[in-house]
């Protein structure tokens, strides 16, 4: 039978709200937002006064200075960045220039960022840009140049020699804007920003660096030229877009050698974790064929290089230098961790305690047994936990945002634990039933990769899927005399039909909006339990405990037991009376 949900006009809905819900959702800072309340620069005077700064810089990750100046500000780095080893800097600008349009999406382009760097470098001074910039792949020059510059040799624009059968041709007209000769070539500008800056670095890295100055402006001439004509009969990508595309690829590859998984991969791995996690066989599964690669190459990168799996980022290794230096280098390591310019480690799983540890009873046990018991399956763990946090970062969202590191370690370790529950009733071992706890030792022969599969299945089935057909059912019952709020309704009804059958109810999120004008924390909740991870969100325990007061926006717990899966089921249960009560 139908609900009347009683009729709340624009007007009036805040005030509605109010009185129906007794919890008020406060928006919380996030992340970034703290961060620019601090001030970075003060604590780190001693390190940019220090005699010892050029010998610190070398030696640290390019995490922590992309950190430092993502913190600091790109204008206030010159000097740092002047320090920096063309190594370094290669890593910190493929940190830095590629930028996600939203969590788990591949990077693109940043050309914006590309000329900041410029008129960080020219600012630095001519000769000390153009040894940094020839000390970058050419490639990567050419690619961000020619989004600010074209380039053309100067016959282009020379009338020819008349013919007989031919008259003079006066040449190509120059094209409008700001132009210049420089090293045999005409600049031409593509857009005004940043044009002195690219003029002065040129020049520089023609008198300089000549050879790579040439390589540089061939390849900006080739991607200077027309575009090819439109003719239907190809769908091939222009040479600027191929050249990017180049680049990225690069880019990834590189990458991959310091330990990240790129995001096209990490949604690989996790849309076929759903399917593994509720489909295979019994008996002892193979493992995951995207997970099996990336090993595989961990095991080809060289050894010499200092390779580190991404959440697992370093604080800076530092030589020695006696004792007054080792003094040195351990304030300024001090002062780099305090001020938050060093990445922490997410804390070890086996340093979890109170109710988290009792949430994760099932994975502690047994992690702790192979910790004791055997070194080198403690280690393949433990990459495999660092393999799934990269995978979260890389590949998934929560709150449609990007995973942090000690956010995506927490959710790899609560899956795992959530498969590790349900283990024997997927895939019976033996003949256990199910219920019944896993051996000790069961981390010795199976790896975390497959447990994390199952509690990946779970919460996709269990919890996102069950959650859409069980909102869409109840919003099919519903009857709103507001027009504008049961148009809304509708939508999301068609939206969650939609994306159910495509296995995505995540993407019905903005939809579900109109839920937000029955109730607010309701609408929190939901939003928790229909994301790509799904959590429980405070609002929603609130609810069922009867709690009133405030409620941080942000402010959420992991989905790791069977008993959490209850709880979800309890509150579809309620939701009918939650909207329409």
Known sequence: MSKDV??????ARGAQRTSRSRHAI????????RLVDADPVQPLAPLTDTSTLARVVSHLAPETLHQFIRQRGLDACGELVTLATPEQLTSVLDLDLWRSPRPGRDGQFDAER???????????????????????????????LSRYIRVFDPASFAPSVSTDDEPIDAGAARPDGPACEVGGYVVVARRPDSWDAVVALLRALGVDHADHFHAVMRGCRRLSNSPREIDGLDNLLTEPEQLLLDVGLERECRQSERGY?????????????????????GGTPSLNPVAAAYFRGAAEWPASADRVLRFEERTP??????TAGNDAFDSIGDLLDDAGFVPRRPKALLEAEGPRRARLIHIVRVMEHVCDSNDTAYYMRSRELAFLANNLIAGCSIQARAFTPQEAFDA??????LGLEHWPARWPESAADFGVPLPDTFLLDHDLVTAFEVGWAVLHEDVTLLVAEQLGSVLNKMRCVDAEIQDGLHALRRELVRQRDAGTPWRAR????????????????????????????????????GRTGAISATAFEFITTRRQLDVVREFMAR??????G
């Open 6 to 11: 009683r009729s709340r006009r624009p007007g």
């Open 26 to 33: 406060s928006p919380s800072r996030t992340a970034d937002e």
């Open 114 to 144: 590309f000329g900041e760097w410029l008129e960080l470098l020219v600012d630095t001074g001519d000769a000390v840009a153009a040894r940094i910039v020839a000390g970058i792949d050419e490639r990567l020059v050419a690619a961000g």
């Open 261 to 281: 998984v790129t995001p096209a991969d990490a949604r690989a791995f996790l849309r076929l974790a759903r399917e593994r996690g509720r489909s295979h066989p």
């Open 317 to 322: 290794n530092l030589p020695s230098t006696g």
């Open 412 to 417: 790899a370790v609560g899956i795992c634990n």
């Open 510 to 545: 903005d939809a579900l909006d109109a839920i937000a004008m029955l109730d607010m924390p309701a609408w929190v909740s939901l939003n928790g339990l229909m994301d790509e991870c799904p959590v429980l969100h405070t609002a929603l325990t609130a609810i069922l405990e």
């Open 575 to 580: 939701l009918p009376g939650i909207l329409g």
